[in-house]
């Protein structure tokens, strides 16, 4: 099994709705991320969290929003989702002086 | 505030060529991790190396290796005797010592090695 997963892997939404991306985790860290990737942007971090009580903001958090629901658990929400939020997202996880481990993304298209 | 620079936005060989992909990396800070991911077509990002910015040693792992040279900036990355497989997105990433460890990626270079 993947240690990070993402659900969903694919989401098509329309203008306006709310939705939200989820990620858990198997490996232990308490350290995860939020990035979104867009053509030729490269990734960019959108919210971070050290421990379920520290949630900071990103490079681009304006529009987002994240709840950490446990150690393993992360979750970013659009509440108003708006088509310029069409992009890959990832999440990640890392131990406090170690690499960043990522999960296979969302597509999430808004119409 | 950090950036990092791949110039490289495409670059295709032929299989068995080597191929360099460049890295130039900005920051303030006196000591910095500097990281290499791969994208293959698949979409995942895969962790290839992390380097401590006080150790400018080079380093090869088969047939990648990575040449720091902090004097001017940069993390290239070579492939050597590429393979089709190694046809992927490849960023370069700089994160801030200390505990923050937000990554600042490069806009990525596609690698694409034909047969």
């Known amino acids: 099994d993947a240690d990070v997963t993402q659900t969903p892997r694919n989401r098509i939404t329309k203008t306006g709705k709310r939705i939200m991306l989820e990620c858990s985790q198997t490996?232990?860290?308490?350290?995860m991320y939020w990035y979104r990737q867009d053509p030729g942007l490269g990734l960019r971090l959108i919210y971070y969290s050290f421990d379920v009580k520290d949630i900071n903001k990103g490079e681009i958090s304006d529009g987002y929003s994240v709840s950490r629901q446990a150690q393993a658990k992360f979750s970013l929400s659009l509440e108003s989702a708006i088509p310029n939020q069409t992009a890959l997202y990832f999440c990640?996880?890392?131990?406090?002086?170690?690499?960043?481990?990522f999960g296979p993304g969302t597509r999430l298209t808004v119409t | 505030a950090q950036k990092v620079t791949q110039a490289q936005t495409e670059i295709s060989v032929v299989e068995k060529e080597d191929v360099t992909l460049d890295c130039v990396y900005e920051?303030?800070?006196?000591?910095?991790?500097l990281f290499w991911y791969k994208q293959p077509p698949s979409g995942e990002l895969v962790f290839l190396i992390r380097r401590n910015s006080f150790d400018e040693q080079n380093e090869i792992s088969g047939r990648y290796s990575w040449n720091f040279q902090k004097s001017t900036s940069s993390f290239n990355f070579t492939i050597t005797a590429s393979q089709v497989v190694d046809s992927a997105v490849y960023f370069c990433a700089l994160s801030p010592p200390g505990s923050a460890r937000q990554l600042t990626f490069g806009s990525g270079t596609q690698l694409t090695v034909l047969p």
């Open positions: 920051t303030r800070d006196t000591t910095y991790y």
């Open positions: 490996k232990g860290h308490d350290r």
């Open positions: 990640a996880t890392s131990e406090v002086a170690g690499e960043q481990y």
